[in-house]
């Protein structure tokens, strides 16, 4: 389909890793991101990986991505409290514009 | 940084008035900016994208003539919502994008509309 795909919802403990995923569509993308958006806030660019890369790692988060599979995944360590939002995937298509998947929820419990 | 505001955060407007929202860039020159449409618990939606001194390309489903945009300058977009009904409620978000960077997209905190 044309859809960039997430989970809706994720919850975990405070402390334990999460694992946010998504699946795109287009071979093409050459970029691929992560942004987090807070209650009634815009979107925070988190990290964004090139579509060469298998691997990128930025302090508390690990982005994996299986081109073949096209499938990208965002691993946050110890999660806490504030890690608490809306996480969405996004890919850059050839066109050079930005498609969205729906948002996964991640709650963290205490 | 990039920063990239909007004004107003919230607008509460009576149906078939106008609306216009404000995305500036505050700190870099963007070529050009995009909006987009957010409704609740749902995706982004790219409404438009706006090249500085020339017309919007809209997406497909998009009323032009509804959703009128201007992107006068390097630091400002305006959108403006004409004869607003409920169903225009929403949250709109613009993003911006540096000159000479294709990459990366700056996104403004986002507008509540409200239309009673």
């Known amino acids: 389909g044309e859809d960039v795909e997430q989970s809706l919802f994720l919850s975990v403990r405070e402390g334990d890793s999460s694992v946010i995923n998504c699946t795109y569509t287009d071979s093409s993308s050459t970029y691929l991101y992560w942004y987090k958006q807070e209650p009634g806030a815009g979107l925070q660019l988190l990290t964004y990986?090139?579509?060469?890369?298998d691997m990128k790692q930025d302090q508390r988060l690990t982005v994996l991505l299986n081109k073949k599979d096209k499938h990208l995944s965002l691993r946050i360590a110890d999660t806490q409290t504030g890690d608490s939002a809306i996480y969405f995937c996004?890919?850059?298509?050839?066109?050079?514009?930005?498609?969205f998947g729906p948002g996964t929820r991640l709650s963290v419990l205490p | 940084g990039a920063v990239v505001s909007q004004h107003p955060s919230r607008v509460i407007c009576k149906s078939g008035t106008s609306v216009k929202i404000e995305c500036r860039s505050l700190?870099?020159?963007?070529?050009?900016m995009f909006w987009y449409r957010q409704f609740p618990k749902q995706s982004l939606m790219l409404m438009a994208t706006s090249n500085e001194g020339s017309k919007a390309t809209y997406e497909q489903g998009v009323e032009k003539d509804k959703f009128l945009i201007n992107h006068a300058s390097l630091t400002l977009s305006t959108l403006t919502v004409t004869s607003a009904h409920p169903e225009d409620s929403s949250f709109y978000i613009c993003s911006a994008r540096k000159a000479g960077e294709r990459n990366e997209q700056f996104f403004g905190p986002g507008t509540r509309l409200t239309v009673l």
């Open positions: 700190d870099f020159q963007a070529t050009t």
């Open positions: 990986i090139f579509s060469n890369m």
């Open positions: 996004a890919e850059r298509r050839s066109g050079q514009n930005f498609v």
